[in-house]
């Protein structure tokens, strides 16, 4: 008797919880109120958004992680920025600007009325402490090395409290794109740090959040560690909507901090966050449509990602010592072996869940700026894979699957990633499998960040399969992994000998940096891609399409292909009034 | 009972020296350090700037050692992912944890042992149901107990989806925001409390079963004792030695971080601090994050003693003695 009312028990709890979950998943019925549409803006609300780490430091000008730019673009101002939609430079703290004949110097006139959030007026001194407290000694860092052309730093002089006249030291082909990184900090407030030696430590975390004053769409209200930031409107914010309505449409955003992905998915789904970070990753791409179906998020397809997933080779020679399949894997011939060897489309469908287009180079067509349609392309074809790596001298002589050369020393490599990162980890098991059909042979290491990264730096590896990001589709953005000598050049660290290809690029890349003309600037980087693609230091094989997804609520998002992905716009951003969709 | 307590605050003192100090070293030989987390476009100079700024520079003994000495004047160093005392993230972080861990403990305490109890002493269908459900909560990992519960929170709308509060607690009173924090806590607190109720329940049932076959047990029902009072007076407190152990330890374990639930959950305790700590290298965090979980092992070892002598007589007599 006992055992049959626990079972009945048991079986009404589980339908009773069926029903409710049932319930709670469902869509509105038929008799719920009707829904109206709306898309003029409405001014108040908040949103809550978030990511996966907090600041380090509350002052931009010394603090680059990924963060830095989220806080940036919502607190702070320059003179001009890049529009993350169109790519191209527009007016922001500077509302015009003249330029000299020979494109070196350029004359800002500041907009009339700005003032800091705290109501101290904006003037030119405020650009000139902010040049100086870039190139500072104590502190020079990240920025300063963008706003540098030939190793030069800019110069800015006041012509007035209103007209700035910033000056490069040579022709600079992103000319005004590099003002883009130009964050204008108040003088009257870091002054102080600056002539005692302290900048750098200004605006610490612990700061109070009333002392850190800007000329963004918000300013800081509230930083609990490891939990959240809130930002409020500022209220003396500058720039208005078409029409006339005071920005920004929202009253404040909440910067949640959830370090673990699959749980902002979650809540992103549930509605209890707006917005997040980063694009959909390939496996959220299901669930977020559902989340569509059902009315509670929006999901958008940004475009092609501008960048892409690279497998590379250590190149260094020192860190080969006197490993004999070096004498292979310098040899292009070798690489673009690997490059026939991978069948791209394969590749997408297995890593990207098909959610991605083969590509050729490390400029994808997502760069809708400066990609290279005829760029060099290796299309699928195991045998002449064979055969190019049959002219180096390779032949699976054993009968094992794995070529080798003359002396037996075989084609096989440890190929480290990030550990972790799906499709990273898919990407070596795809590489690993379609290679072993061109006879080589790789094993996945997956590491975690700060190894890696330390095995990177040090050239201890063999072969890496990795993305970097970049912040803007300006090749100029980039020169560092560019150059032979940049800090980024990551497959050969510390080149003092570049191979005859890479000082050719290395002489391209300062032509096209110093060329004014931009349709020539567009030639030259061409070329650029064209010996990059022949020479294979990095192979690329499919770039993700991009799709993003928000509360359904929002208006005015405008996702970019450049993170952060919705927050660029922050001031445009507003909630639709409930009851309207 | 004076030099059992100078005995266990020496050995607390030893374990959090010796936890410490090993995390910071540890931290120190691991490949990396905190400088990768400035990316590839660090300059040198930023670099080596935030290597003398966290004693990279010096050798690993020569860094514990002045680590060490600030550590005695309970100046624990700077993070260098907060850039700021490590002092100050700890407190913060080991309260948070401490309430999650109370609240968890607490579940736990009160489903495992009566349910233990129950099917210690007895056969059926609901003491295997039980066995069933405990066996369950015991293979299922936490991570995925976590995302479970936080699928059904997103799902039903029952529970907030993590986090500690909630935005709307920040301008509310400090009655509203113990409320809300207590809106946020059952997810992570059973996300905890799951496997360790069951395992809780796994050692009565077990304690419990060998206790009713003593003959002290046997010898009791003869003089005519309630199945009822012998259970709970007699056997439940015979069987309590075997469980005082292993519930200090259990809250030891608790309170010095629940990495995966914590960091699923967005809960900012201890353990979540010190899994972002490990993985930035940010050595003198992770020394402190240790030295805090040591403190916390310390007071769960002292909590199983104190369970046990006043569970065990015979523990009471061998002090006095």
């Known amino acids: 008797m006992n055992v049959r009312l626990i079972g009945v028990l048991i079986t009404a709890g589980i339908l009773a919880a069926g029903l409710v979950f049932w319930r709670s998943t469902a869509t509105p019925d038929d008799g719920a109120p009707a829904i109206t549409v709306s898309d003029v803006p409405s001014r108040g609300g908040q949103i809550v958004t978030s990511g996966r780490a907090g600041p380090r430091t509350f002052n931009r000008l010394i603090g680059q992680e990924q963060f830095s730019q989220v806080l940036s673009m919502l607190t702070q101002g320059r003179l001009v920025r890049v529009n993350y939609q169109t790519f191209e430079v527009e007016p922001w703290l500077a509302e015009k600007w003249d330029v000299s004949g020979d494109g070196l110097t350029y004359t800002f006139h500041l907009r009339p009325g700005v003032t800091w959030s705290d109501g101290v007026p904006f003037t030119s001194d405020d650009v000139l402490f902010s040049v100086q407290a870039i190139f500072d000694p104590n502190s020079e860092g990240f920025i300063a090395d963008t706003l540098k052309v030939e190793g030069k730093p800019i110069a800015a002089s006041a012509r007035d409290a209103a007209t700035v006249i910033i000056t490069f030291p040579a022709p600079s082909g992103p000319g005004l794109r590099l003002l883009d990184s130009l964050w204008i900090v108040p003088k009257h407030k870091l002054e102080g740090a600056l002539k005692a030696g302290t900048f750098a430590k200004a605006w610490g975390t612990d700061t109070p959040p009333s002392e850190i004053v800007?000329?963004?769409?918000f300013v800081l209200r509230e930083y609990v560690p490891n939990q959240r930031l809130i930002f409020d409107r500022n209220p003396r914010y500058w720039r208005k909507a078409a029409d006339g309505t005071p920005l920004p449409y929202l009253d404040r955003i909440v910067y949640e901090i959830i370090p673990d992905q699959d749980a902002e998915l979650l809540r992103l789904q549930s509605g209890d966050l707006d917005l997040t970070q980063s694009e959909l990753r390939p496996d959220d791409y299901v669930p977020a449509r559902r989340a569509e179906d059902k009315g509670t998020l929006k999901v958008a397809e940004i475009g092609l990602s501008p960048q892409a997933d690279g497998f590379w080779f250590n190149l260094k020679p020192e860190a080969w010592k006197n490993d004999p399949r070096f004498t292979f894997v310098r040899r292009p011939e070798f690489r673009q072996a690997i490059s026939y060897a991978v069948d791209r489309e394969?590749?997408?469908?297995?890593?990207?869940?098909?959610?991605?287009?083969?590509?050729?180079?490390?400029?994808?067509?997502?760069?809708?700026?400066?990609?290279?349609?005829?760029?060099?392309?290796?299309?699928?074809?195991?045998?002449?894979?064979k055969e190019l790596l049959k002219g180096l001298g390779l032949e699976d002589r054993n009968g094992n699957g794995v070529v080798e050369d003359a002396q037996g020393h075989e084609a096989r490599f440890t190929v480290i990633t990030q550990r972790g990162i799906g499709w990273y980890e898919r990407g070596v098991a795809d590489l690993r499998t379609q290679?072993?059909?061109?006879g080589i042979a790789i094993e996945p290491a997956p590491l975690e960040n700060a190894t890696m990264i330390q095995r990177m730096v040090k050239s201890d590896y063999e072969a890496m399969y990795l993305r970097f990001g970049a912040t803007?589709?300006?090749?100029?953005?980039?020169?560092d992994m560019w150059l032979s000598s940049g800090n980024a050049h990551f497959w050969h660290f510390g080149d003092t000998s570049p191979e005859p290809w890479e000082a050719r690029i290395d002489a391209l890349m300062k032509e096209q940096l110093a060329t004014l003309d931009q349709g020539r600037r567009k030639a030259i980087f061409n070329d650029v891609q064209r010996i990059f693609a022949e020479n294979l230091p990095v192979i690329y094989f499919a770039t993700p399409r991009m799709y993003y997804a928000y509360n359904a609520r929002l208006q005015g998002v405008k996702p970019s292909v450049l993170r952060p992905v919705a927050l660029w716009n922050a001031d445009m951003l507003s909630v639709r009034p409930s009851g309207t969709r | 009972m004076g030099r059992f307590f100078v005995r266990r605050l020496t050995f607390a003192l030893l374990l959090v020296?010796?936890?410490?100090s090993s995390a910071l070293m540890l931290t120190r030989l691991a490949p990396g350090d905190m400088t990768t987390e400035l990316g590839l476009r660090a300059r040198p100079e930023e670099i080596a700037r935030t290597r003398a700024r966290f004693d990279l520079n010096r050798s690993p003994a020569a860094q514990l050692g002045g680590w060490a000495l600030?550590?005695?004047?309970?100046?624990?160093g700077e993070s260098f992912l907060y850039d700021r005392p490590v002092g100050g993230l700890i407190r913060r972080a080991a309260g948070n944890t401490a309430v999650l861990a109370v609240a968890a403990l607490a579940i736990a305490t009160l489903a495992g042992i009566p349910l233990g109890i129950v099917t210690g002493s007895r056969r059926g269908a609901l003491?295997?149901?039980i066995r069933t459900v405990s066996l369950v909560c015991l293979s299922v990992p936490p991570l995925l107990t976590s995302l479970l519960l936080l699928f059904i929170a997103s799902r039903t709308g029952w529970l907030p989806t993590g986090g500690m509060t909630s935005v709307d607690a920040v301008d509310a009173g400090w009655s509203a925001w113990t409320l809300d924090v207590a809106r946020h806590l059952p997810l992570p607190a059973l996300a905890l409390a799951l496997p360790l109720g069951a395992t809780f329940e796994r050692l009565q049932a077990q304690a419990m079963t060998e206790t009713i076959h003593q003959p002290f047990v046997v010898a009791a029902l003869a003089r005519g004792v309630t199945w009822r009072r012998l259970l709970i007076d007699h056997a439940w407190r015979a069987s309590l030695r075997s469980m005082c152990a292993i519930y200090g330890l259990a809250i030891g374990a608790l309170l010095s971080g629940s990495f995966v639930v914590e960091y699923v959950t967005a809960w900012p305790g201890l353990g979540r601090l010190m899994y972002e700590a490990l993985r930035a290298r940010d050595i003198y965090l992770v020394a402190g994050c240790a030295a805090m979980g040591g403190v916390f092992l310390a007071f769960g070892s002292l909590v199983s003693d104190l369970l046990l002598f006043a569970a065990d007589p015979r523990v009471r007599e061998g002090q006095t003695a």
């Open chain 1, 214 to 217: 800007g000329m963004g769409p």
């Open chain 1, 346 to 385: 394969k590749f997408a469908e297995n890593v990207f869940l098909g959610a991605a287009v083969p590509i050729w180079g490390p400029v994808t067509p997502g760069n809708t700026v400066w990609f290279w349609p005829d760029v060099p392309r290796y299309f699928h074809d195991v045998n002449k894979a």
């Open chain 1, 435 to 438: 290679l072993a059909q061109a």
């Open chain 1, 472 to 479: 803007d589709v300006d090749p100029a953005s980039q020169l």
């Open chain 2, 17 to 20: 020296v010796t936890v410490s």
């Open chain 2, 70 to 76: 600030r550590a005695a004047r309970f100046d624990f």
């Open chain 2, 127 to 129: 003491a295997g149901a």
